[in-house]
Nanobody
Framework: QVQLVESGGGLVQAGGSLKLSCAASGRTYSRFAMAWFRQAPGKDREFVVAINWSDGRTKYADSVKGRFTISRDNAKNTVYLQMNNLKPEDTAVYYC???????????????WGQGTQVTVSS
């Protein structure tokens, strides 16, 4: 099993920044790819970004390119999401996920965190 715990959400004004963290523990073979998804009220869960745990290869959604940055700290088993120039449309619950390969579809990930709320006011 893999356990994921997110932190760092909150309320921020448009143009501001937040940094989310996702601490992972458990079976290491399952932590090949780590991803962030988000889900706004009434909408489907949406891919944000993913990172290959071993080589740092990344994949970003077009909507966050140039504003969000994913990084990892192997020693702490933690993935970070730095979010800059936040917009009201970034408001959502942000979820950390992991599994054996980078993918943009939620159903490909078997392990999920509990989510952390990000609210961007205009």
């Amino acid at each position: 099993q893999v356990q994921l715990v997110e932190s760092g959400g909150g309320l921020v004004q448009a143009g501001g920044s937040l940094k989310l963290s996702c601490a992972a523990s458990g079976r290491t073979y399952s932590r090949f790819a780590m991803a962030w998804f988000r889900q706004a009220p009434g909408k489907d869960r949406e891919f944000v970004v993913a990172i290959n745990w071993s080589d740092g290869r990344t994949k970003y959604a077009d909507s966050v390119k140039g504003r969000f940055t994913i990084s990892r700290d192997n020693a702490k088993n933690t993935v970070y999401l730095q979010m800059n120039n936040l917009k009201p449309e970034d408001t959502a619950v942000y979820y950390c996920a992991c599994d054996s390969t980078i993918a943009i579809y939620p159903y490909t990930y078997n392990y999920w965190g509990q989510g952390t709320q990000v609210t961007v006011s205009s």
